[in-house]
C-alpha cells in the first residue's frame, strides 16, 4: 500500500504564491512510481494539473503550463507543486495521486490507483 498527504493548502489573495507538497510512504512505494497533481473546483470534474516520474522531467497539462511547477525529492519521497500567480479559479481541493511505473502520457485520474486526501486552495482578495 502507499499512502499520500497532502499539505501547503490554504488562502492566498490572487498573484500569491503556493508550495504544495505530497509526502508518499508505505511499504510498496518506491521511486519507480509516477507521481501526479489533480485538482477539483466545486460542480467541477477532477483535472490533472502535472505529474512526475523520478526518472523523467515533469509533464503539465496544457492550461497549467507557465504558473505550475512539479518538483520531487526522492531522498525524502516528497512531490511538490510551486504554485504562482494564483488566480481566483485556481481555488480547488488540490490532490495528489500516486501509480506504480512510468507516467503515461494522458494525465487522467482513471489512470492512478492512489490518492491523498487533498489539500484545499482558496484564492481570493
Known amino acids: 500500500q502507499v499512502q499520500l498527504v497532502e499539505s501547503g493548502g490554504g488562502p492566498v489573495q490572487p498573484g500569491g504564491s503556493l508550495r504544495l507538497s505530497c509526502a508518499a510512504s508505505g511499504n510498496a512505494y518506491s521511486d519507480n512510481y509516477c507521481m501526479a497533481w489533480f485538482r477539483q473546483a466545486p460542480g467541477k470534474e477532477r483535472e490533472g494539473v502535472g505529474q512526475k516520474h523520478s526518472r523523467s522531467p515533469p509533464y503539465y497539462a496544457d492550461s497549467k503550463k507557465g504558473r505550475f511547477a512539479i518538483s520531487q525529492d526522492n531522498g525524502k519521497k516528497t512531490l511538490y507543486l510551486q504554485m504562482s500567480t494564483l488566480r481566483p479559479e485556481d481555488t480547488a481541493l488540490y490532490y495528489c495521486?500516486?501509480?506504480?511505473?512510468?507516467?503515461?502520457?494522458?494525465?487522467?485520474?482513471?489512470?492512478?490507483?492512489?490518492w491523498g486526501q487533498g489539500t484545499q486552495v482558496t484564492v481570493s482578495s
Open positions: 495521486a500516486a501509480e506504480p511505473g512510468y507516467c503515461r502520457g494522458h494525465l487522467r485520474p482513471g489512470d492512478f490507483t492512489f
